[in-house]
């Protein structure tokens, strides 16, 4: 079988399962088999796969067939312009975070907190970009961390990114970080989970539940994580915090609750209210 007779078989298994993007993910699956960039595939269809490179090719279809992201079967995801290992047991980062990304490198920061940094996405970009910073990165899966230190090796920032094993800013207590904290940044769970059942299945029964729900309405983590915040950022120090679709209101009210002080709500490029912006209240 030759690549051009591959490509085409691949993604007809995948449009019979309901893949959406089955020519183009047939070809990134066809391209990792073969150890080429998927643009290959297209410019050279005359190329004789080996009888292993098919049985494995076939295997993965069927696995992103059954519903398996794509992301785990190629074991890696970009983000901000940076290529990152992922796979099971960790979150798979998305375009729309690279928001929060953006707003604490604006902030020229020295000292950064990532609470709950799963792959070490946020974290490891945030250090790629400011060459001074330290970055302190909760997290309690042990899964999650393997991967996020993998990261921050592969890029290379593990001198400067400091992992902190365990839940939310439990992981950060007698380090001597109260009021030095120039930017605490997050994307927690909030998916709510009477929304649970209407995720994409790749979403549902792949990616760890402990990333994604939020609790009944979303908002469980926004709840314990924001009077924890309040001792560690400096003066003029800033919180970040990553929200789903319609809950920018919400869990400002919970901010302002807490004793912060909302100064911006942030829109992500397709328009939706994304990234929360808030800074200590002054007595």
Not at 43 to 69: C, D, I, N, S, Y
Not at 109 to 116: A, I, K, N
């Amino acid at each position: 079988m030759n690549a051009g007779q591959a490509l085409q078989q691949g993604r007809e298994r995948l449009k019979a399962a309901g893949t959406v993007e089955a020519a183009r993910e047939a070809a990134s699956l066809l391209a990792a088999v073969i150890g080429w960039m998927p643009h290959r595939v297209y410019m050279h269809p005359e190329h004789l796969l080996t009888a292993e490179q098919a049985e494995k090719l076939w295997a993965l279809v069927a696995r992103r067939a059954q519903g398996e992201p794509l992301q785990y079967l190629l074991g890696r995801q970009e983000f901000m312009s940076l290529e990152f290992s992922v796979g099971p047991g960790v979150f798979i980062p998305r375009p729309e975070t690279e928001l929060l990304v953006e707003l604490a490198v604006a902030r020229c920061p020295r000292t950064v907190v990532d609470v709950g940094t799963g792959s070490g996405a946020i974290a490891v970009a945030v250090a790629v970009a400011c060459p001074g910073a330290v970055v302190y990165a909760t997290e309690v899966s042990p899964a999650a961390l393997a991967y996020a230190r993998a990261n921050a090796a592969r890029h290379p920032v593990e001198a400067r990114v400091l992992f902190c094993p365990g839940d939310l800013l439990d992981a950060l207590s007698g380090r001597g970080l109260e009021g030095c904290v120039d930017v605490v940044v997050s994307n927690p769970p909030y998916i709510a989970r009477r929304r649970w059942g209407s995720l994409p299945k790749e979403v549902r029964e792949f990616e760890p539940r402990v990333s994604l729900d939020g609790g009944e309405d979303g908002l469980d983590v926004y709840r314990r994580l924001a009077p924890l915040c309040l001792p560690y950022l400096s003066s003029g120090g800033r919180l970040l915090l990553e929200c789903g679709e319609g809950q920018a209101g919400p869990v400002s009210g919970l901010l302002e609750a807490a004793g912060w002080q909302v100064e911006r709500i942030h829109c992500d490029y397709a328009g939706i209210q994304r990234v929360l912006e808030a800074r200590r209240r002054e007595a």
